[in-house]
C-alpha cells in the first residue's frame, strides 16, 4: 500500500532513534494520509492526501 501524497507527493522521512546513552537505531515517519473522494479532471476519484494537501485547499472533496 502507497505511503505517498497523490497531489504534492510526500512520502515518508528516515532518521534516527537516539537513547539517552545515545545508541541509534533507524526509524520512519510517515505523512498523515486520507483517503477521500476528490473531483480530479472533471470525475470523483477516491485518493489518499496528506492533512496538509486537504487544509491548504489543494484538494476539491466531492460532496
Known amino acids: 500500500m502507497s ?3 497523490e497531489i504534492c507527493g510526500k512520502g ?3 532518521g534516527n532513534n ?3 546513552a545515545n545508541n541509534k537505531t533507524r526509524r520512519t515517519w510517515h505523512p ?3 483517503k477521500i473522494k476528490a ?3 472533471g470525475s470523483i476519484k477516491s ?3 496528506c492533512t496538509r ?3 491548504s485547499g489543494h484538494v476539491v472533496k466531492a460532496l
Do not use: A, G
Request: glycine share 0%.
Open 3 to 5: 505511503k505517498v501524497c
Open 12 to 14: 515518508p522521512s528516515f
Open 18 to 20: 537516539v537513547s539517552h
Open 32 to 34: 498523515n494520509l486520507q
Open 39 to 41: 473531483i480530479r479532471n
Open 47 to 49: 485518493i489518499k492526501v
Open 53 to 55: 494537501c486537504i487544509r
